[in-house]
């Protein structure tokens, strides 16, 4: 980024910085240094101004005060256009409950920012969702180049090779080739469109896959009705169920 001199000669058009916390006692107990608020500063001085922050929930330590305080100053950079404020996984995590409550708190204090809530973790202004991650969650198709790079066409996922020197001397070669199965794009579209807000359409489901499959899945559905809510044609995430999301999948 030193080097940084002209944005016209760059090739990217959002910078995306895992500042964590802001605060001194929360990132010591994570072993990280308390870079942000320089870094943000730098990517105004540098006159970047699509900037994505990404901020952590339920660090030792943490409480309502520590973490109005962090998007105070996050809130503070007009360039700051998208915020992910994701839970922290890590066996010395605060109680879910506070979780939570954290996660309650920065929606609300994000949206009255001005902010959209558009995936279960990610906030944005308008204009500013990120069309990348949106084609993940979306299950569309994607075609990715250079080592360790992951493809998706249609029911067929691939990756490039790791190793730098055998994709420059090999790149047509790839280390994985996989072929689903109509069952597991199901589960994985299932699992992409829960993480963002818009939900999954039901007559959408129904035009790819059996009925079977999609009855059964509305039949476990309708179980966790705390966890996932059906509304007219579109199921998605409660508040409660976005924090359980990984157990409701498995």
Request: include cysteine.
């Amino acid at each position: 980024m030193e080097n940084y001199k002209d944005k016209n000669d760059v090739f990217f058009n959002r910078l995306s910085l895992g500042i964590v916390s802001f605060q001194n006692e929360e990132l010591l107990k994570l072993n990280r240094e308390n870079f942000g608020y320089k870094a943000l500063i730098f990517s105004k001085e540098l006159g970047i101004e699509n900037v994505n922050v990404d901020l952590l929930l339920g660090i030792p330590g943490q409480n309502l005060a520590t973490l109005k305080n962090s998007l105070d100053i996050v809130s503070a950079f007009d360039n700051v256009k998208s915020v992910s404020v994701y839970p922290l996984e890590a066996s010395f995590v605060l109680p879910d409950e506070m979780v939570l409550e954290f996660m309650t708190y920065s929606r609300e204090y994000l949206s009255k920012k001005g902010y959209i809530r558009y995936e279960i973790a990610n906030y944005a202004k308008d204009g500013y969702l990120c069309k990348h991650n949106l084609k993940y969650w979306r299950y569309m198709n994607f075609l990715s180049f250079g080592p360790s790079a992951s493809s998706k066409i249609g029911n067929h996922r691939f990756k490039r090779l790791s190793n730098l020197e055998a994709y420059l001397n090999k790149h047509f070669l790839l280390e994985e080739d996989i072929r689903l199965t109509e069952k597991e794009i199901f589960f994985e579209k299932i699992m992409m469109g829960l993480r963002i807000m818009e939900g999954i359409k039901i007559s959408q489901l129904e035009q790819e896959f059996d009925k079977k499959i999609i009855d059964r899945c509305l039949s476990v559905i309708k179980k966790f009705d705390e966890l996932v809510k059906i509304k007219g044609d579109v199921f998605f995430l409660t508040e409660k169920g976005i924090l359980f999301m990984n157990n409701l999948l498995v």
